[in-house]
Each structure stands twice: as structure tokens, then as C-alpha cells.
């Protein structure tokens, strides 16, 4: 992507809303790559774009070097809509089948790739159920699937936890280390930052539709050498004889700052150990 910008026209009369404005942007093969901004910030757009959803008023986007907007750009992409609509009648086994359909998946290999993907996120037992009772979270597990039915290269996904509760959000970035072990790219929007920090390669921040930072999670996060203890509370005489200690091995203690819950874990910890004791 070079140079892309992208204007809407007003609804009625005025200058035209402008989504994004000269962004130049490049992905590697194999990356895991988070896209981050304030709502209204362009991520939705630059997404839709990258799909051939979006023709950009201004500037070039290729997609395995293919202009975006070709139909070729998309045989190797799998897409994750924010909040996906899917039609509640069918069951989820009909449904990823209609998307490997789309997705011009060979009859012979129709079964194999959708049992497949439905298996990979979790959902085989409720395949022939209606996907009208299904609930938020297997929908977004359905909407994985038929994202990777077709056996992409890059994956986009717009918002992919959206509503989702931690234990979800957990099973998303595990299957997301998956994937990049497969090689494949990851491109997802998400207002999570500690699950971006946790599962990205690269953060990509927009902001009034303009890229203002495209830096490596690890070098962001201060991750460059750094290491965080958890300890018991220590008296203060304690805290300057580990200073000290320290001190005489060539490092330095930087900072002491009070222990925090963490509710994500405290939630996954106690609905482990509920399951546990159900089973």
C-alpha cells in the first residue's frame, strides 16, 4: 500500500470526508500484524481496501502483488467482518460450506476442508445446529472458520473479540499463534491492546486517518532486554540491599510499583476451576 487515500463524498453538500490520508504500508509475509486507532480513525476502511471492498481514491494497494482490486488479490485471503450477519437458518456445517463454495473450493475436496476449519476453531459438535442459537462467541468461531475454509495465506479480521468474553478472547489468540506457526499473515483491527501486545509481531496505529507509528510490539512494550519480577512485599531495607545486589552484577533496579489484579486471569483462572470440579 503507497500513498492510499480515500475520500467519501458528504451526504448533502460540504468537502468530502476524508477516511485516510496517504498511508504507506507494508506487511510481510508471516507476520502477525495488529491495527490499532480510535474509532473513526480509518481501520475499517484501510481493511476494506486492502480486500478490494474499497477502491482508494488516490494511491496503489497490492495484495501478494496484485492491485487490490483484481479478483486474483482475493483467492489467497480469508476475512473476518466486524460483527458478521450470518444467515440464522443454515447450520454452521451449510454455512462454511456456502463460503468454501465461494471460495471455489473443488467438490472433491468440499467435506475434508469444512469439517476441517469447523474442527480448527472448536465448533464440530454444534455444525448442525442452526446458526441462529448459536451464541456471540461461536459466532465469531464460525466466522473464523469461514475465513480459513478456503486455506488462506492472509488472514483479515475486523474486531475478531468484539463482545467476546476472556475465555474467547483466550481461545483467539491461541489459535492465532497457530497460524502464524502455519506461516500465515495476520492482519486484525482490535481495541485491545494487552491481547495486540500479547499475540502481534508489529502494531500499526492509525489516527485521523493518518499512519502515525508501524513499530515491532517487542521494541514498543520495552521488551528489549527487560525482565518484570513478581515478589513478595519487601521491607525497604530489603528493596536497597536488592538495588545493591544488583548493582554489583552490572544491573540496575528501575522501578518498584504495587502488584495488580489482573481480572482477564482471575476470570480464566476461576472458569478452569469451575469446569474442573463440574467434570
Not at 113 to 121: G, P
Not at 170 to 199: D, N, W
Amino acid at each position: 500500500m503507497v500513498g492510499v487515500r480515500k475520500d467519501f463524498p458528504p451526504p448533502v453538500r460540504g468537502p468530502a470526508a476524508r477516511a485516510l490520508d496517504a498511508v504507506t504500508l507494508r506487511i510481510p509475509a508471516g507476520e502477525v500484524v495488529g491495527l490499532v486507532g480510535p474509532n473513526g480513525s480509518g481501520k475499517s476502511t484501510l481493511l476494506k481496501i486492502i480486500l478490494g471492498l474499497l477502491a482508494p481514491s488516490a494511491g496503489t494497494c497490492r495484495v501478494f502483488g496484485v492491485p487490490s482490486e483484481r479478483v486474483e488479490a482475493r483467492r489467497g485471503v480469508g476475512y473476518l467482518p466486524e460483527a458478521p450477519d450470518f444467515c440464522p437458518q443454515l447450520t454452521g456445517y451449510e454455512l462454511v460450506s456456502y463460503h468454501a463454495r465461494l471460495g471455489a473450493v473443488p467438490a472433491r475436496a468440499l467435506r475434508v476442508a469444512v469439517e476441517s476449519a469447523l474442527d480448527r476453531v472448536g465448533i464440530t459438535a454444534a455444525m448442525h445446529r442452526r446458526v441462529g442459537t448459536y451464541s456471540l462467541g461461536m459466532r465469531q468461531r464460525l466466522g473464523l472458520a469461514q475465513a480459513l475454509v478456503t486455506d488462506p495465506r492472509l488472514l483479515v479480521l475486523d474486531e475478531p473479540v468484539s463482545g467476546v468474553d476472556p475465555v474467547g478472547a483466550e481461545e483467539f489468540c491461541r489459535l492465532v499463534g497457530r497460524f502464524k506457526a502455519e506461516g500465515r499473515t495476520v492482519l486484525f483491527s482490535s481495541h485491545l491492546l494487552p491481547q495486540v501486545e500479547r499475540v502481534c509481531d508489529r502494531v500499526v496505529l492509525l489516527n485521523g486517518g493518518r499512519l502515525v507509528l508501524n513499530r515491532s510490539v517487542a521494541e514498543l512494550a520495552g521488551r528489549s532486554g527487560a525482565m518484570a519480577l513478581l515478589v513478595d512485599p519487601l521491607p525497604v531495607f530489603r528493596l536497597e540491599e536488592l538495588r545493591a545486589w544488583l548493582g554489583t552484577r552490572g544491573a540496575a533496579l528501575h522501578a518498584v510499583e504495587p502488584s495488580r489484579a489482573n481480572l482477564e486471569r482471575v476470570f480464566l483462572e476461576a472458569v478452569g476451576r469451575a469446569a474442573v470440579e463440574g467434570s
